[in-house]
T-cell receptor, first 111, second 114 residues
Framework: DQQVKQNSPSLSVQEGRISILNCDYT??????FLWYKKYPAEGPTFLIS?????DKNEDGRFTVFLNKSAKHLSLHIVPSQPGDSAVYFC??????????FGTGTRLQVFP | DTEVTQTPKHLVMGMTNKKSLKCEQH?????MYWYKQKAKKPPELMFV???????INESVPSRFSPECPNSSLLNLHLHALQPEDSALYLC?????????????FGDGTRLSIL
């Protein structure tokens, strides 16, 4: 049972445009969400997080939005750069200690 | 540069071999984790150590044996593995076990079982 879902396996965006990556979850007990970026042959790198008491968190080019009623979060990257090309995982904490990952979205930013 | 160091980067072993994966962090974190990631799948939690004590075992087969000798070091001892155990094994750490702090990952050990 996949509790964190990323329904788009891939996304292609032109450099300079906005990239929007989406994530849905099923467990209403999740209260802290994270986004990780993963390059080939490297481990996941933490990008940005959001607590369930907020609906938006911003860090430079990266903004995460949370819609609790819809059990949906999204990551916006503006402007997108070729170096952003990677696999992006959303994740949520379950019971404070277990991080549950989504299936990932491969982002490709082309010139 | 990752602050969680895993060795070796690659490991090929037979089903009767015994080997160990090593993970080290010097960030003063007191929570350490092992994850398994199969191709095109998300990382899946295997074990959680909190203050050098095993706090979570996600029903992992006994052929995987974790060890936390001190607060900076985490090992995963492997014995009699099966071909389906071939995967990327990721180590992570966080300041403490908490539902509101990110975990920091190493680059993983890619394990192949012959």
């Amino acid at each position: 049972d996949q509790q964190v879902k990323q329904n788009s396996p891939s996304l292609s965006v032109q450099e300079g445009r906005i990239s929007i990556l989406n994530c849905d979850y099923t467990n209403s007990m999740f209260d802290y969400f994270l986004w990780y970026k993963k390059y080939p042959a490297e481990g996941p790198t933490f990008l940005i997080s959001i607590s369930s008491i907020k609906d938006k968190n911003e860090d430079g080019r990266f903004t995460v939005f949370l819609n609790k009623s819809a059990k949906h979060l999204s990551l916006h990257i503006v402007p997108s750069q070729p170096g952003d090309s990677a696999v992006y995982f959303c994740a949520a904490y379950h019971n404070t200690d277990k991080l549950i990952f989504g299936t990932g979205t491969r982002l490709q930013v082309f010139p | 540069d990752t602050e969680v160091t895993q060795t070796p980067k690659h490991l090929v072993m037979g089903m009767t071999n015994k080997k160990s994966l090593k993970c080290e962090q010097h960030m003063g974190h007191r929570a350490m984790y092992w994850y398994k990631q199969k191709a095109k799948k998300p990382p899946e939690l295997m074990f959680v150590y909190s203050y050098e004590k095993l706090s979570i075992n996600e029903s992992v087969p006994s052929r995987f044996s974790p060890e936390c000798p001190n607060s900076s070091l985490l090992n995963l001892h492997l014995h009699a593995l099966q071909p389906e155990d071939s995967a990327l094994y990721l180590c992570a750490s966080s300041p403490v076990v908490s539902g509101s702090q990110p975990q920091h990952f190493g680059d993983g050990t890619r394990l192949s079982i012959l």
